[in-house]
Nanobody, 118 residues
């Protein structure tokens, strides 16, 4: 059974940092890209980053230079280090998996809340 479990969310003041974790199980981690997404109340879900197992990582423009995604294959875990957080980063953050080289993210975690106060 494929499982993705996010953790590390919380409440932080603007300018602060958080590190999210996405622990994966039930599939061959090295064959999959892992994406981070977020959804704020009343807004559509948006892609934050995507990390392939080959080491390529892409970011949405709004988080470039502030967020860094990394993978630990030994732990089957992807991290999202978020620095210089802004109130507009407030959202539920999800991780999701897709086979390398394909388009659709098929499995999703339950999400973790990130709240940035001004």
């Amino acid at each position: 059974e494929v499982q993705l479990m996010e953790s590390g969310g919380g409440l932080v003041q603007a300018g602060g940092s958080l590190r999210l974790s996405c622990a994966a199980s039930g599939f061959n981690f090295d064959d999959y890209a892992i994406g981070w997404f977020r959804q704020a109340p009343g807004k559509e879900r948006e892609g934050v980053s995507c990390s392939s197992s080959t080491g390529d990582t892409s970011y949405m423009q709004n988080v470039k230079g502030r967020f860094t995604a990394s993978r630990d294959s030994a732990k089957n875990t992807v991290y999202l280090q978020m620095n210089s957080l802004r109130p507009e980063d407030t959202a539920v953050y999800y991780c999701a998996s897709r086979v390398n080289g394909t388009q659709g993210f098929g499995d999703w975690g339950q999400g973790t809340q990130v709240t940035v106060s001004s």
